[in-house]
């Protein structure tokens, strides 16, 4: 069953770096997401990309982040200068509508 | 009022119990809806869509009532390995690509 997968599994940094998570999305989809969720809260939107462009973005998602689709297969987000609040576990899904999504295992983001 | 509503809990129940949730949303203009579940660090997984006419998959039924805006899921006969964070998800009235997770149901099943 094709599946959404992530790297890397775990992420630690020091505040101010800047770090890119990756994502390979299912092949044939074409909606890609990103969410977060700082341990022990919910699941929270940060960005949708559809058609090589962010079609909607929370209010988490400023200025320091940013998504791009480099190729065919990878869905990457970027955030520029880490925080110690960014640390949370990151999944990024797709969906081939804009219906039902699915969810990578998620990198886990640690800010020191 | 949040967007999407639920009881933390959590349910404590025996194997072989049925088990209720509910879940209410916020926005009438909702579109979409779903149930997800989430083991301990783990992502969410798809168990399954709402649909306004209800639906069935094996032990698990969902509902949706768009008047009272509220969606339910009931476990039949719940296993062990049904033990989980119950996730309701109702997708933006402003995009049906963005979806808002409620903050989860902790079920819990002992033998």
Not at chain 1, 7 to 15: D, F, I, K, L, W
Not at chain 2, 93 to 109: C, N, W
Request: hydrophobic share 30%.
């Amino acid at each position: 069953e094709p599946e959404v997968t992530q790297t890397p599994s775990h992420q630690v940094t020091q505040m101010g770096q800047e770090v890119i998570l990756r994502c390979v999305p299912i092949s044939n989809h074409l909606y890609f997401y990103w969410y977060r969720q700082i341990l022990g809260q919910k699941v929270e939107f940060l960005v949708s990309f559809y058609n090589n462009e962010i079609s909607e973005k929370s209010e988490i998602f400023d200025d320091q982040f940013s998504v791009e689709r480099p190729d065919g297969s990878n869905f990457t987000l970027k955030i520029r200068s880490t925080k110690l609040e960014d640390s949370a576990m990151y999944f990024c899904a797709s969906s081939q509508t804009s219906g039902e999504q699915f969810f990578g295992p998620g990198t886990r983001l640690t800010v020191l | 009022r949040k967007e999407v509503e639920q009881d933390p809990g959590p349910f404590n129940v025996p194997e072989g119990a049925t088990v209720a949730f509910n879940c209410t949303y916020s926005n009438s203009a909702s579109q979409s809806f779903f149930w997800y579940r989430q083991d301990c660090r783990k992502e969410p997984k798809l168990l399954m869509s709402v649909y306004s006419s209800g639906n069935e998959d094996g032990r698990f039924t969902a509902q949706l009532n768009r008047a009272s805006q509220y969606i339910s899921l009931l476990i039949r006969d719940s296993k062990l390995s049904d033990s989980a964070t119950y996730l309701c998800v109702v997708s933006s009235y402003s995009s049906a690509s963005k979806i808002i997770f409620g903050s989860g149901t902790r079920l819990s099943i002992r033998p």
